[in-house]
């Protein structure tokens, strides 16, 4: 191991050598498959994790039932300040697990970092909603009736998560989940376990100071067979899922298919769209941090640009200009704003697109290759790759190629002619994420907002696509999957709702004035 992975592992109580557990239900443990967590800049093997074993993972999901049905009982703002605790912790670990994301994920510093930060600061925000998770009482038509809405905790919430945000999205679902009394099972992305034994070590040692059993917030670390076992136990009472369209279907089907709850947080297939009186000192450099942060690969990415014909040669001249100003090199490095993608699997995935480009004629106005070795950092392990900016030579938005998210720092650009255009555009994909309009014309922006606008379940005036803050609702619309998280009224799909009428009057007559008078 190199002395820089090393010195980032042990400040996060690591190990260093040897094998690292990967399962945790109250005890850490792993007797499963073996997997090898790999730095996607330069290949090395940064640990081998034992990840469960069938037998583990049953365990483990017996004991987070277990752990529900203690912590269930621990009143709501005593559950707040246990994540008041969480958070401080988290937050002083907040550099050394940054580094950590951008060793073991790939992304740059200052992302791996905000990552961190976004953690700490849905905690704060479940702090004050652990006070705050009401319900309501509602009129009733008959007298001497009361009628509440009771929110109670859920039970278990199993987390599936993706590779890209590899900390902040257990984070959404985790404080939300703490704070409405339930016991939480996170499987995270088999190539970033190590981001995911971090958390979990630092959450379960305050558990610890808490008298709070560990499997409250549990970890199995492993591949599809881990997060089938979790969609498929009835044991989990809300699956919630981030990760690609394809695996959200199915997982989607099979909890569905046993009644259990679940939020699908999938694919982004975003779009920017500029009007002619856009400022584009403001939109271009927020297009390149849409298009090229965390190498393109966020959710919430711009991956179509749609430019109004009046400044679309000027936009596409400066945007050139500011791809050509930029170099790849190691995440780690401060003054770094590309690394690699994550995995040799992300570079086919970009390499595919690229040859259907090319194939279909579109012209390629910035990168369309892989970086040379002569222009990758020392000791590269090859996932560099150029940011792209293309015109295809289709505009027709059933076109594959626009129809699909390609998780890579690719961008496809198209010149509009009115706003109705651009917006019948936006909409004609299948996702429904995060979508950007750039314009200083209060028409455009109720345009964009209202019934005929943008049908995303992000839709921003002179904001990027990508950058989300944890205050609102975060999820998207259409293929992009359903229900919310972070946010807004995101925590109300962690508790279990209960309609309940109380009768204190002396009759008992019947709701809408029904007589049944014996
Ligand atoms: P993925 O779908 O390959 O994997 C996601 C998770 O599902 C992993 O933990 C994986 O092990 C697990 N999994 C795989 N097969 C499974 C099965 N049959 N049953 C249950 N679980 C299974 O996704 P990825 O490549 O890690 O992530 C990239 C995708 O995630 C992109 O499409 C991106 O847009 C999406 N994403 C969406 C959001 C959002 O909030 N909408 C956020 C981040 C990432």
Redesign the pocket.
């Known amino acids: 191991l190199s002395s820089r992975a090393a010195n980032i592992l042990s400040a996060l109580d690591i190990p260093t050598a040897g094998e690292v557990h990967g399962v945790y239900d109250g005890e850490w443990k792993g007797s499963g498959d073996l997997v090898s967590s790999l730095c996607p800049t330069t290949g090395e093997v940064l640990a081998r994790v034992k990840t469960a074993s069938p037998e583990e993972l049953h365990t483990a999901l017996a004991k987070s039932r277990e752990a529900f049905e203690l912590f269930n009982n621990v009143p709501g703002p005593r559950r707040g300040e246990i994540l008041r605790q969480i958070r401080e912790a988290l937050a002083a670990k907040r550099t050394e697990l940054g580094a950590l994301i951008s060793l073991e994920m790939g992304k740059i510093r200052t992302e791996g970092t905000g990552e961190v930060q976004e953690f700490v600061d849905i905690c704060d925000y479940a702090v004050g909603l652990s006070r705050m998770m009401n319900g309501r009482v509602v009129a009733s038509e008959r007298p001497g009736h009361s009628i509440l809405e009771v929110p109670n905790p859920l039970g278990v919430v199993g987390v ?6 590899p900390v902040a ?1 257990y984070g959404w679902n985790l404080s939300l989940s703490f704070a409405a009394g339930n016991a939480t099972l996170w ?5 970033t376990p190590l981001c995911a034994i971090a958390v979990t070590t630092i959450i379960a040692r305050v558990l610890e100071q808490n008298d709070i059993p560990g499997a409250v917030a549990g970890l199995v670390t ?3 067979d ?3 076992a ?2 498929e136990s009835r044991d989990v009472d809300l699956v919630s ?8 279907r ?2 989607g089907r ?1 909890v569905q298919s046993r009644f259990g709850k679940v939020i699908l ?4 297939n975003n779009a920017a769209v500029v009007m002619p009186d856009a400022d584009l000192g403001m939109a271009i450099p927020s297009v390149f941090f849409g298009a090229i942060g965390t190498a393109g ?4 990415s711009t991956r179509r640009l749609y430019l109004h014909k009046n400044i679309a040669e000027e936009f596409l001249e400066r945007l050139q200009k500011v791809y050509s100003a930029l170099k790849p090199g190691d995440p780690l490095d401060e003054a770094t704003l590309l690394g690699p993608v994550h995995s040799a ?1 992300a570079v086919d995935i970009y390499e595919k697109a690229i040859r259907y480009l090319q194939d279909t004629d579109a012209q390629i106005l910035a990168g369309g290759a892989r970086y040379a070795a002569a222009d990758a950092p020392a000791g590269h392990q090859g996932n560099f790759v150029q940011p792209t900016i293309a015109i295809p030579k289709s505009v027709d938005p059933s076109d594959t190629l626009w129809q699909t ?1 390609c ?1 890579a720092p690719i961008l496809n650009c198209a010149v509009f002619d009115d706003l109705e255009e651009a917006i019948q555009w936006n909409n004609a994909v299948p996702q429904g ?1 995060s979508s950007s309009l750039w314009t200083r014309d209060i028409r455009n922006v109720g345009t964009w907002i209202g019934p005929n606008g943008s049908d995303a379940g992000i839709v921003n005036v002179n904001v990027g696509t990508s950058g989300a803050e944890i205050g609102a609702a ?3 619309n259409k293929s ?2 359903w229900g919310r ?1 972070s946010g807004g009224d995101a925590w109300k799909q962690y508790v279990r709702w209960s309609a309940c009428t109380i009768n204190f009057s002396d009759a008992a007559p019947l709701a809408q004035g029904v007589d049944f008078s014996v």
Do not use: M, Y
């Open positions: 599936l998560s993706a590779f890209n945000f999205v499987k995270p992305s088999p190539t492993g591949g599809k881990a997060g089938e979790i969609t899922f981030t990760g690609s369209e394809h695996v959200g199915i997982v099979t947080e999938l694919g982004g690969q966020r959710c919430t699997t998210e998780f994420l975060f999820g998207g992009t999957g998280e």
